[in-house]
């Protein structure tokens, strides 16, 4: 009989990736959307050897769950590992309140995930388990626990997708290997496939006019390449984030490539900003892996579209510069970019139409007071001017979408921020 997980997450992408990874590797794994589906689960007479638990979810969290674990003599002895986006503070300060086995930090690398869940269930045979089952079943909330449970209730989120797509342009690149539908296969599951079995390929999206390239080295995100993604997602921007180029720097070196291209010649940024003595070779690859990063994870909203993979590393695929490989783990991005997705659909919710117009309540603000504000939010209120839309807020602020949609919910739910009219129209950025 194969060894059963139990995998508890609210994400549905994540519980299929997680799912994935243990169905590879043999286990027999069961799913529930939250604590209080995987309570009936139970209930009705699941079988099952492990449970891996989110930490925050809707309706009943990881926390909830454990607690209701333990006061339950059937139910009691249940080995349980948390999963978390904040498996550190877990570690730390939970995983004893909760008589969990161990924790585990989202976004995680798959090897490590099956090594975590291994060496629980030997802990488990071996009788090493975090909880014999009667202290499991007979202990009761601590002094620490109630801020445990309100940690894990404050946080819960849910989120969108994004736009339909063609089919990618032609390419050379490489021999052709696998080809299909976004909708019926997810980014997230094919680069999962893709890094699992460690190969070297190039990915190619396409979305309209949207158009997405991914180049993998034996499992490794070396570039991402995109074109129509919009202005957020530039390199200058990420160079001048970190504060290690000027839109000086940036203009002169763009000025640069379009000269030489006027002349037939190759032309990268990157390899501009380097040449002129702007950056530094580690400067640049730390814009260009942020770069990579934000544009995955909006790859990864796509709803709908085209994708094609092609065998092989892409030549000139990085645009910014050549000979940078940026070596970034898949798990990672797949992750992140799932948990954003989550948090998008709240932020959208929230913040209802893009084409509302948001004003600053002055009175509300001036109680408050300036030093009660970070840097980033009083960037977001300076484009607040009670005329832009929330869509046009977003192009003002020269940040990621994903950012100040984030910033403008929290001051909406602070009451700093007020809507207006809708001019019309609806949708995300």
Not at 213 to 221: C, K, N, T, V
Not at 232 to 243: A, H, K, S
Not at 368 to 374: A, M, Q, T, V, Y
Request: with cysteine; glycine share 8%.
């Amino acid at each position: 009989m194969k060894t059963r997980v139990l995998v508890v997450d609210d994400s549905p992408t994540v519980r299929r990736v997680v799912a994935d990874i243990l169905e590879r590797r043999g286990f027999e794994t069961l799913l529930a959307e939250d604590g209080r589906q995987a309570l009936e689960l139970l209930h009705a007479g699941a079988r099952v050897d492990l449970a891996l638990v989110d930490f925050v979810m809707p309706r009943m969290n990881g926390f909830q769950l454990c607690r209701a674990l333990r006061d339950d003599a059937a139910l009691a002895a249940t080995p349980v590992v948390l999963m978390s986006a904040k498996s550190d503070h877990i570690r730390e300060q939970f995983v004893e309140a909760t008589g969990a086995l161990d924790a585990i930090s989202k976004p995680f690398d798959p090897r490590a995930l099956v090594a975590l869940v291994e060496h629980a269930l030997e802990r488990v045979r071996s009788g090493r388990g975090a909880r014999a089952p009667a202290t499991l079943a007979a202990a009761r909330p601590g002094p620490g626990e109630a801020e445990v449970e309100a940690g894990a209730a404050a946080a819960g989120a849910e989120a969108p997708e994004l736009a339909p797509h063609t089919a990618p342009r032609e390419t050379a690149d490489g021999d052709l290997v696998l080809s299909g539908d976004l909708a019926f296969l997810p980014l997230g599951a094919l680069l999962q496939m893709l890094t699992m079995e460690q190969k070297t390929c190039v990915v190619h999206l396409a979305d309209g006019e949207r158009r997405v390239l991914l180049a993998l080295r034996d499992g490794l995100m070396d570039a991402v390449v995109a074109e129509g993604a919009g202005d957020e997602f530039r390199l200058g921007r990420f160079l001048i984030e970190l504060q290690v180029a000027t839109a000086a720097d940036i203009e002169e070196a763009v000025a640069r490539c379009e000269e030489l291209r006027r002349q037939g010649r190759p032309a990268r940024l990157g390899d501009e900003l380097l040449r002129l003595g702007r950056v530094a070779e580690a400067q640049l690859r730390e814009a260009l892996a942020r770069q990579s990063s934000e544009l995955t994870y909006e790859a990864v909203r796509w709803a709908s579209g085209r994708f094609e993979v092609r065998r092989g590393a892409a030549p000139g695929s990085a645009p910014a510069t050549a000979g940078l490989r940026l070596g970034l783990p898949v798990a990672h991005l797949i992750m992140e970019g799932v948990r954003r997705v989550d948090e998008w659909r709240v932020l959208e919710s929230t913040l209802g139409s893009f084409d509302t117009v948001l004003s600053r309540d002055m009175l509300a603000l001036v109680a408050l007071g300036d030093d009660e504000l970070s840097r980033t939010e009083h960037l977001v209120l300076d484009a607040i001017d009670g005329r832009r839309t929330v869509r046009a807020i977003i192009d003002a602020c020269h940040m990621s979408s994903f950012d100040v949609c984030k910033v403008l919910c929290q001051l909406l739910e602070a009451r700093l921020v007020r809507r207006g009219h809708r001019p019309g129209g609806s949708g995300g950025p």
